[in-house]
Protein backbone atom coordinates (compact mmCIF):
# COMPACT_ATOMS: atom_id res chain seq x y z
CA UNK A 1 0.00 0.00 0.00
CA UNK A 2 1.28 3.31 -0.89
CA UNK A 3 2.22 6.23 2.47
CA UNK A 4 -0.92 8.67 2.63
CA UNK A 5 0.07 12.48 2.51
CA UNK A 6 -3.43 13.21 3.27
CA UNK A 7 -6.45 11.91 4.85
CA UNK A 8 -9.49 12.67 5.95
CA UNK A 9 -11.67 10.49 8.18
CA UNK A 10 -15.50 11.28 8.91
CA UNK A 11 -14.96 15.02 8.46
CA UNK A 12 -17.99 17.06 8.94
CA UNK A 13 -17.84 21.11 9.18
CA UNK A 14 -20.88 22.66 10.87
CA UNK A 15 -21.88 26.52 10.31
CA UNK A 16 -24.56 26.70 12.91
CA UNK A 17 -26.10 23.79 11.50
CA UNK A 18 -24.98 23.50 7.84
CA UNK A 19 -22.93 20.82 7.31
CA UNK A 20 -20.23 22.31 4.22
CA UNK A 21 -18.77 19.32 4.68
CA UNK A 22 -20.56 16.29 5.67
CA UNK A 23 -18.63 12.95 6.74
CA UNK A 24 -15.98 12.75 4.32
CA UNK A 25 -13.48 10.38 3.85
CA UNK A 26 -10.87 11.42 1.18
CA UNK A 27 -7.32 10.09 1.02
CA UNK A 28 -4.47 10.51 -1.48
CA UNK A 29 -1.24 8.78 -2.13
CA UNK A 30 2.15 10.45 -1.46
CA UNK A 31 3.26 12.04 -5.23
CA UNK A 32 -0.32 11.83 -6.34
CA UNK A 33 -1.68 14.88 -8.57
CA UNK A 34 -5.19 15.31 -7.51
CA UNK A 35 -8.08 17.13 -9.01
CA UNK A 36 -11.13 18.26 -7.07
CA UNK A 37 -14.18 19.34 -8.61
CA UNK A 38 -17.46 19.54 -7.61
CA UNK A 39 -20.80 22.37 -8.52
CA UNK A 40 -20.74 25.58 -6.46
CA UNK A 41 -21.14 25.25 -2.54
CA UNK A 42 -19.92 21.40 -2.68
CA UNK A 43 -17.60 22.71 0.10
CA UNK A 44 -14.24 22.43 -2.13
CA UNK A 45 -12.74 25.68 -0.51
CA UNK A 46 -14.31 24.54 2.82
CA UNK A 47 -12.46 20.98 2.36
CA UNK A 48 -8.95 23.53 1.70
CA UNK A 49 -9.81 25.37 4.84
CA UNK A 50 -10.30 22.02 6.93
CA UNK A 51 -6.71 21.09 5.78
CA UNK A 52 -4.79 24.15 6.28
CA UNK A 53 -6.35 24.96 10.11
CA UNK A 54 -8.48 27.67 8.51
CA UNK A 55 -11.63 25.77 10.07
CA UNK A 56 -11.04 22.71 12.43
CA UNK A 57 -13.46 19.97 11.83
CA UNK A 58 -16.54 19.90 13.94
CA UNK A 59 -16.12 16.22 13.73
CA UNK A 60 -13.75 13.77 12.46
CA UNK A 61 -10.25 14.01 11.95
CA UNK A 62 -7.79 15.08 9.34
CA UNK A 63 -4.38 13.51 8.84
CA UNK A 64 -1.14 14.62 7.00
CA UNK A 65 1.68 11.94 6.61
CA UNK A 66 -0.41 10.22 8.93
CA UNK A 67 -0.36 12.72 11.77
CA UNK A 68 -3.59 14.29 12.98
CA UNK A 69 -3.97 17.64 12.41
CA UNK A 70 -6.58 18.46 15.16
CA UNK A 71 -6.02 21.87 17.21
CA UNK A 72 -2.80 22.86 15.31
CA UNK A 73 -2.71 26.80 14.11
CA UNK A 74 -2.88 27.43 10.84
CA UNK A 75 1.04 28.62 10.95
CA UNK A 76 1.62 25.08 12.85
CA UNK A 77 0.38 23.43 9.57
CA UNK A 78 1.84 25.28 7.03
CA UNK A 79 5.26 24.42 8.57
CA UNK A 80 4.77 20.55 9.01
CA UNK A 81 4.44 20.95 5.16
CA UNK A 82 1.40 22.01 3.26
CA UNK A 83 1.39 25.26 1.06
CA UNK A 84 -1.78 27.09 -0.45
CA UNK A 85 -1.95 29.13 -3.41
CA UNK A 86 -5.34 31.41 -2.94
CA UNK A 87 -7.64 32.02 -5.93
CA UNK A 88 -6.13 35.82 -6.54
CA UNK A 89 -1.95 35.76 -6.75
CA UNK A 90 -0.55 37.79 -3.90
CA UNK A 91 2.63 38.62 -5.01
CA UNK A 92 4.80 41.73 -4.09
CA UNK A 93 3.91 44.13 -7.58
CA UNK A 94 6.81 46.41 -6.92
CA UNK A 95 9.42 43.65 -6.56
CA UNK A 96 10.31 41.54 -9.50
CA UNK A 97 10.21 37.86 -9.94
CA UNK A 98 13.04 36.88 -8.71
CA UNK A 99 13.19 39.56 -6.19
CA UNK A 100 9.60 37.41 -5.03
CA UNK A 101 10.96 34.14 -4.89
CA UNK A 102 14.28 35.09 -3.09
CA UNK A 103 12.17 36.88 -0.16
CA UNK A 104 9.76 33.56 -0.01
CA UNK A 105 12.61 31.22 0.11
CA UNK A 106 14.68 33.66 2.48
CA UNK A 107 11.68 33.42 4.94
CA UNK A 108 12.18 30.06 5.23
CA UNK A 109 16.02 29.62 5.18
CA UNK A 110 16.77 27.53 8.01
CA UNK A 111 19.36 27.84 11.05
CA UNK A 112 21.40 25.40 8.88
CA UNK A 113 21.87 26.82 6.16
CA UNK A 114 22.31 29.96 7.54
CA UNK A 115 24.84 29.07 9.87
CA UNK A 116 27.28 27.17 7.49
CA UNK A 117 26.19 29.75 4.89
CA UNK A 118 26.12 27.08 1.79
CA UNK A 119 22.88 28.90 1.12
CA UNK A 120 23.83 31.72 -1.00
CA UNK A 121 25.03 30.07 -4.19
CA UNK A 122 22.67 27.35 -3.62
CA UNK A 123 20.02 29.46 -3.44
CA UNK A 124 21.10 31.54 -6.50
CA UNK A 125 20.69 28.41 -8.82
CA UNK A 126 17.25 26.91 -6.85
CA UNK A 127 16.07 30.36 -7.89
CA UNK A 128 17.31 30.61 -11.38
CA UNK A 129 15.84 27.12 -11.75
CA UNK A 130 12.59 27.99 -10.51
CA UNK A 131 12.34 30.87 -12.91
CA UNK A 132 12.89 28.45 -15.47
CA UNK A 133 10.15 25.78 -14.21
CA UNK A 134 8.19 28.97 -13.92
CA UNK A 135 8.76 30.05 -17.85
CA UNK A 136 9.70 33.68 -16.44
CA UNK A 137 13.55 33.53 -17.30
CA UNK A 138 13.09 36.33 -19.86
CA UNK A 139 10.78 38.90 -17.19
CA UNK A 140 12.85 37.66 -13.87
CA UNK A 141 14.22 40.91 -13.44
CA UNK A 142 10.75 43.50 -14.30
CA UNK A 143 8.20 44.91 -12.06
CA UNK A 144 5.94 42.12 -11.05
CA UNK A 145 3.14 44.65 -12.09
CA UNK A 146 3.95 44.45 -15.23
CA UNK A 147 3.06 40.45 -15.74
CA UNK A 148 0.16 39.15 -17.38
CA UNK A 149 -2.47 37.67 -15.03
CA UNK A 150 -1.71 34.30 -16.04
CA UNK A 151 1.64 35.04 -15.04
CA UNK A 152 1.74 36.00 -11.90
CA UNK A 153 -0.42 33.45 -11.28
CA UNK A 154 2.58 31.49 -11.98
CA UNK A 155 4.74 33.33 -10.26
CA UNK A 156 2.88 32.46 -6.99
CA UNK A 157 3.06 28.89 -8.05
CA UNK A 158 6.72 29.36 -8.11
CA UNK A 159 6.80 31.31 -4.58
CA UNK A 160 4.49 28.33 -3.23
CA UNK A 161 7.26 25.98 -4.38
CA UNK A 162 9.98 28.24 -2.93
CA UNK A 163 8.79 27.28 0.36
CA UNK A 164 9.89 23.73 -0.42
CA UNK A 165 6.12 22.18 0.64
CA UNK A 166 5.26 18.57 0.66
CA UNK A 167 1.85 19.16 -0.26
CA UNK A 168 0.49 21.88 -2.30
CA UNK A 169 -3.18 23.43 -2.85
CA UNK A 170 -4.13 25.08 -5.00
CA UNK A 171 -7.48 26.57 -5.28
CA UNK A 172 -9.15 27.34 -8.88
CA UNK A 173 -6.05 28.60 -10.50
CA UNK A 174 -6.84 29.21 -13.89
CA UNK A 175 -10.04 31.00 -13.36
CA UNK A 176 -10.25 34.23 -15.53
CA UNK A 177 -6.94 33.22 -17.83
CA UNK A 178 -6.92 32.99 -21.28
CA UNK A 179 -6.71 29.37 -23.06
CA UNK A 180 -3.43 29.57 -23.76
CA UNK A 181 -2.17 30.75 -19.94
CA UNK A 182 -4.59 27.98 -18.72
CA UNK A 183 -2.40 25.71 -20.69
CA UNK A 184 0.63 26.84 -19.66
CA UNK A 185 -0.31 26.42 -15.65
CA UNK A 186 -1.58 23.42 -16.28
CA UNK A 187 1.68 22.04 -17.68
CA UNK A 188 3.36 23.93 -14.34
CA UNK A 189 1.68 21.59 -12.50
CA UNK A 190 2.47 18.28 -14.45
CA UNK A 191 5.91 19.15 -14.12
CA UNK A 192 5.56 20.17 -10.55
CA UNK A 193 3.66 16.56 -9.98
CA UNK A 194 7.00 14.52 -10.66
CA UNK A 195 8.37 16.25 -7.25
CA UNK A 196 5.86 17.44 -5.23
CA UNK A 197 2.04 16.34 -3.68
CA UNK A 198 -0.66 18.81 -5.40
CA UNK A 199 -4.70 18.96 -4.59
CA UNK A 200 -6.10 21.02 -7.20
CA UNK A 201 -9.38 22.83 -6.94
CA UNK A 202 -11.09 23.48 -10.38
CA UNK A 203 -13.76 23.91 -12.01
CA UNK A 204 -12.41 24.56 -16.25
CA UNK A 205 -13.02 20.92 -17.65
CA UNK A 206 -10.36 21.28 -20.10
CA UNK A 207 -8.19 22.20 -17.60
CA UNK A 208 -9.01 19.36 -15.78
CA UNK A 209 -8.97 16.76 -18.64
CA UNK A 210 -5.38 17.90 -19.47
CA UNK A 211 -3.73 17.59 -16.01
CA UNK A 212 -6.03 14.82 -14.34
CA UNK A 213 -4.96 11.45 -13.23
CA UNK A 214 -7.10 10.40 -10.30
CA UNK A 215 -10.31 12.99 -10.16
CA UNK A 216 -12.89 13.32 -6.91
CA UNK A 217 -16.35 14.88 -7.35
CA UNK A 218 -17.34 16.76 -4.38
CA UNK A 219 -21.41 17.54 -3.79
CA UNK A 220 -22.55 18.39 -0.78
CA UNK A 221 -20.14 18.21 1.60
CA UNK A 222 -19.32 14.56 0.27
CA UNK A 223 -17.64 12.29 -2.17
CA UNK A 224 -20.17 11.40 -4.99
CA UNK A 225 -17.41 9.75 -6.76
CA UNK A 226 -13.80 9.26 -8.00
CA UNK A 227 -12.42 8.29 -10.80
CA UNK A 228 -10.55 9.00 -14.06
CA UNK A 229 -11.57 11.91 -16.33
CA UNK A 230 -13.41 9.58 -18.27
CA UNK A 231 -15.20 7.45 -16.39
CA UNK A 232 -16.13 11.30 -13.78
CA UNK A 233 -17.54 12.52 -16.58
CA UNK A 234 -19.43 10.15 -17.76
CA UNK A 235 -21.25 9.14 -14.48
CA UNK A 236 -24.41 9.57 -14.01
CA UNK A 237 -24.54 11.30 -10.89
CA UNK A 238 -22.00 13.71 -11.77
CA UNK A 239 -24.05 14.83 -15.13
CA UNK A 240 -26.97 15.38 -12.51
CA UNK A 241 -25.48 17.57 -10.17
CA UNK A 242 -23.70 19.44 -12.74
CA UNK A 243 -26.93 19.77 -14.85
CA UNK A 244 -28.73 23.28 -13.69
CA UNK A 245 -25.23 24.76 -13.87
CA UNK A 246 -23.75 26.17 -16.64
CA UNK A 247 -20.47 23.40 -16.98
CA UNK A 248 -19.85 20.94 -19.49
P1 LIG B 1 -17.27 25.73 -2.99
O1 LIG B 1 -15.86 26.21 -2.79
O2 LIG B 1 -17.33 24.29 -3.41
O3 LIG B 1 -18.05 26.60 -3.93
P2 LIG B 1 -17.61 26.42 -0.18
O4 LIG B 1 -16.71 25.50 0.55
O5 LIG B 1 -17.12 27.82 -0.38
O6 LIG B 1 -18.02 25.77 -1.59
O7 LIG B 1 -19.01 26.49 0.56
C1 LIG B 1 -19.79 25.33 0.86
C2 LIG B 1 -21.05 25.75 1.54
O8 LIG B 1 -20.77 26.19 2.86
C3 LIG B 1 -21.78 26.89 0.85
O9 LIG B 1 -23.16 26.64 0.93
C4 LIG B 1 -21.39 28.10 1.67
O10 LIG B 1 -22.39 29.08 1.63
C5 LIG B 1 -21.23 27.52 3.06
N1 LIG B 1 -20.21 28.22 3.86
C6 LIG B 1 -18.91 28.33 3.56
N2 LIG B 1 -18.25 29.01 4.52
C7 LIG B 1 -19.18 29.38 5.44
C8 LIG B 1 -19.16 30.12 6.68
N3 LIG B 1 -18.02 30.62 7.17
N4 LIG B 1 -20.33 30.26 7.34
C9 LIG B 1 -21.47 29.75 6.87
N5 LIG B 1 -21.58 29.05 5.72
C10 LIG B 1 -20.45 28.86 5.01
MG1 LIG C 1 -14.64 27.77 -3.69
Do not use: W
Not at 91 to 99: D, G, H, Q
Not at 187 to 205: C, G, K, N, Y
Not at 226 to 242: A, K, L, P
Amino acid sequence: MNAKILETENVTVSFDGFKAINNLNFSMDVGELRVVIGPNGAGKTTFLDVITGKVQPTTGRVLFKGKNLRSLREHQIARLGIGRKFQTPRVYLNLTPRENLEITSNRNKNVFSTLFGRSHTTEKKNIAGLLETIGLTSKADIPSALLAHGEKQRLEIGMLVAQSPDLLLVDEPVAGLTDEETYNIGELLLTLAQSHSILVIEHDMEFVRQIARKVTVLHEGSVLCEGNFEEVQNDRRVIEVYLGQQQE
